[in-house]
C-alpha cells in the first residue's frame, strides 16, 4: 500500500521531468514555429493534383490527352475535362478545358493512379487559402499545368522512375518504328 | 417525490468525441434516464459506396474512424479480397500488419489522453500522446502520403512499396514505444484522483457485454476472451506470438488499462513482423483495380480494429459498382448499452463511461 498521495507526486514527477525537458530534450522539443519554420515534407506526402508537361511550352508539352479516365474514376467528382477540337470538329488529344475544384477534392490519389499517360501527378503545395469561397478554388488548367523539373523536384524518386519508364517506352517505339520501316522499304523495292 | 431535470449534453466539436448529444434526465445528481442523439455527422457513406467503384469506396473509409484510417483500409480490403477471391501478395501482409498495429498504437494512446480530458485534465496528458502519436503519423505520412486519410491498402496488397529507411524509423518507434508506455503510467495509472473516477465505475458484467454486441477492448475489459486476431486469425496474426489482455469486472478501470496492456502487446507484434518481413512486390500483379467486377455473390470481411469488430458486408451482382455496401461500425455498437452503463451514476461520470468505450463520430455516424 503506497503513501496517500504517492501517485501524484508521482505524476507530478513526470510533468516536471516533461516541462524542464522541453527546453533542452531534442524529443521533447516539439512544436515547430510555423510560418517561420517550415516542415520538410516526406518526398509521398501529397495534396492537391496537378499536370505535367515536357519542355519549357506548358501547352505543347503537356502530357493530357483528355482521356476522362480521372474524371470518371474520381470519388467525388471533382475534375472536369472538355475535350479540345479542331476548325473541322475533329477531336484532338488535348483538353481544352482541365478544372479541378479543389474544394470537393479529397486527395485520395486515385487520379494518379489511373492516369496511362503519367500526366497528372500530386503537389505538395499546402498554403492554400483564399478569401473566396468558390472561384480560386477551381484550378483551370494555367494553375494546374507545372513542369517535369517541377515534378522531379518534389517527388525525386517517383518522377525518375517515371521517366525511366517513359524513356524505355519511347525507345520502344522508335525500335517498333524502325523496324516497321526497315521491313517495309525492301517490299517497296521489289515493286519498283 | 423528487422532480427531475433534463440537461442536454452537447453535441461537441469534433475534437472531443464528436457531434454526439444526450438527453440526460437527472435526479439530483443522479442519471435517470440517457437517450443518445446522432446522426450530425451522417456523410452517406454507403450509398455513396454502391454509386461509385469498388476503388473508389477506398478513400472514403479513411473517413470512417478517422483516427484509424488504415485498419478500415484493411477491413474494406479484406471484404472485397474474400468476395473477388483475390490472394494477398505476402510482403504486403506484413506492411498491413505493421500499418495495423501502428494504428492501433496510436488510437490507443489518443484514449488515453482523450479520457483524461474527460475527467478534466484537459490537455497535458493529451499533449504527451500526441507528441507520441505524432511520431507515428509521421511514419504513415512518408509511406502513404497523408498523415491520416491515409487510403493505402489496395486490392490484393497495397499502393506502394516502403521508402528507403522506412522500417528502421518504424523500428526505432517500436523500441521506443514501452518508454512513453511507462512514463505514462507513471504519470497515470497510479494516481488518486484517476482511481477513484474510474475503478468500480459503470461495471459491465462479461455476460451482459456478450448480449450487448460489443467487441474489442470494451468486451474484453470485462472478461471475455476474444480477439478476432485469435477468434478468425485474418491474414497473417496467426504467425505472431501475442497475448490477449482481459479485463476482470469491466468497470472505466479496466476499459482504461486494457488499452495499456494491448498496446504493449501490439509493440511485441510489431517487433516480430518488422523483423520477419519478406523481399517481395507489395501487390499481387493479377489484382484488378480500376475497373473491378467480382463476381456475383456476397461477402463478409471483419479485423479486429482498435475499437473493436470492424466489418463490411458486401454484396455484389457482377457490377462494377458494389450492390449492396454495409458496415458494421464498432463505435456504434458499442454505443448501445451507454444509456445502460450511466443510470444510477453521477452526471459527472457520463463523460467517463462515454470516453472510456471510444467512439469516434465518422463511424458511429457514417
Redesign the interface.
Known amino acids: 500500500m503506497?503513501l496517500?498521495?504517492?501517485?501524484?507526486i508521482?505524476?507530478l514527477?513526470?510533468?516536471a521531468r516533461?516541462f524542464v525537458g522541453s527546453y533542452f530534450e531534442k524529443a521533447?522539443m516539439?512544436t515547430e514555429q510555423y510560418p517561420e519554420e517550415r516542415p520538410k515534407?516526406?518526398?509521398?506526402?501529397?495534396s492537391f493534383p496537378f499536370l505535367v508537361f515536357d519542355g519549357d511550352d506548358a501547352e505543347a508539352g503537356m502530357r493530357c490527352v483528355a482521356c476522362k479516365?480521372c474524371e470518371k474514376?474520381?470519388?467525388p467528382q471533382c475534375i472536369l475535362i472538355v475535350q479540345d477540337r479542331d476548325e473541322a470538329g475533329k477531336a484532338l488529344k488535348r483538353p481544352k478545358v482541365f478544372e479541378i475544384d479543389i474544394a470537393v477534392c479529397?486527395?485520395?490519389?486515385?487520379c494518379v493512379?489511373?492516369c496511362p499517360f503519367d500526366s497528372i501527378r500530386?503537389d505538395q503545395d499546402y498554403e492554400l487559402s483564399s478569401f473566396d469561397r468558390f472561384a480560386p478554388l477551381v484550378l483551370d488548367k494555367a494553375k494546374l499545368l507545372k513542369s517535369n523539373e517541377y515534378y522531379q523536384s518534389i517527388h525525386p524518386?517517383e518522377a525518375a522512375e517515371t521517366d525511366a519508364r517513359l524513356e524505355a517506352d519511347r525507345k520502344k517505339k522508335e525500335a517498333a518504328a524502325a523496324a516497321k520501316a526497315a521491313k517495309a522499304k525492301p517490299a517497296e523495292g521489289a515493286a519498283g | 417525490m423528487s422532480s427531475t431535470i433534463d440537461i442536454s449534453l452537447g453535441p461537441q466539436h469534433p475534437s472531443t468525441h464528436g457531434v454526439f448529444r444526450m438527453n440526460v434526465t437527472l435526479d439530483g445528481e443522479t442519471v435517470t434516464r440517457l437517450q443518445p442523439v446522432f446522426g450530425y455527422l451522417h456523410r452517406n457513406h454507403e450509398k455513396i459506396a454502391e454509386s461509385n467503384s469498388w476503388l473508389a469506396a477506398m478513400p472514403y473509409t479513411d473517413r470512417l474512424d478517422y483516427i484509424c484510417p488504415l485498419t478500415n483500409n484493411w477491413a474494406y480490403a479484406l471484404a472485397v479480397e474474400k468476395l473477388a477471391g483475390i490472394e494477398v501478395a505476402e510482403r504486403a501482409e506484413y506492411i498491413r500488419v505493421i500499418t495495423a498495429e501502428l494504428t492501433r498504437l496510436q488510437n490507443h494512446i489518443a484514449f488515453l489522453g482523450f479520457i483524461l480530458g474527460d475527467m478534466g485534465a484537459w490537455g497535458t496528458a493529451l499533449m504527451y500522446a500526441f507528441r507520441e502519436r505524432e511520431k507515428i503519423l509521421d511514419l504513415f505520412e512518408s509511406l502513404t502520403g497523408a498523415r491520416m486519410m491515409c487510403n493505402y491498402m489496395r486490392f490484393g496488397g497495397c499502393r506502394c512499396d516502403l521508402p528507403a529507411g522506412w522500417l528502421e524509423a518504424a523500428r526505432q518507434v517500436a523500441d521506443g514505444f514501452p518508454a512513453f508506455l511507462d512514463e505514462m503510467e507513471a504519470l497515470l495509472t497510479g494516481n488518486e484522483i484517476l482511481l477513484a473516477r474510474l475503478q468500480g465505475v459503470a461495471p459491465l458484467a462479461a455476460d451482459r457485454a456478450i448480449n450487448g454486441g460489443m467487441s474489442g477492448p470494451v468486451l474484453r475489459a470485462s472478461g471475455v476472451d476474444y480477439d478476432i486476431r485469435k477468434a478468425d486469425a485474418y491474414g497473417i496474426y496467426s504467425r505472431f506470438a501475442f497475448r490477449v489482455p482481459r479485463g476482470s469486472v469491466g468497470d472505466c478501470y479496466d476499459r482504461f488499462m486494457i488499452r495499456v496492456l494491448e498496446a504493449r502487446e501490439s509493440v511485441a507484434i510489431l517487433k516480430q513482423a518488422i523483423a520477419s518481413i519478406p523481399d517481395g512486390p507489395v501487390v499481387n500483379p493479377k489484382a484488378k483495380q480500376r475497373g473491378l467486377r467480382p463476381p456475383a455473390g456476397e461477402a463478409y470481411g471483419r479485423i479486429e480494429g482498435p475499437k473493436g469488430e470492424l466489418g463490411f458486408y458486401l454484396i455484389s451482382t457482377g457490377g462494377d459498382r458494389p450492390y449492396r455496401f454495409r458496415i458494421r461500425p464498432p463505435s456504434l455498437i458499442n454505443l448501445t448499452l451507454l444509456e445502460e452503463l450511466c443510470l444510477g451514476t453521477k452526471i459527472a461520470d457520463v463523460m467517463v463511461i462515454l470516453g472510456s468505450i471510444d467512439i469516434v463520430l465518422g463511424e458511429v455516424d457514417r
Not at chain 1, 4 to 8: D, E, F, I, Q, R
Not at chain 1, 41 to 46: C, G, S, T, Y
Not at chain 1, 106 to 110: A, G, V
Request: glycine residues 10%; hydrophobic residues 35%.
Open positions: 503506497n496517500p498521495g504517492a501517485g501524484l508521482q505524476g514527477a513526470v510533468t516533461n521533447r516539439t515534407l516526406p518526398e509521398n506526402a501529397r479516365i474514376e474520381c470519388p479529397m486527395s485520395c490519389q486515385i493512379e489511373v500530386m524518386t
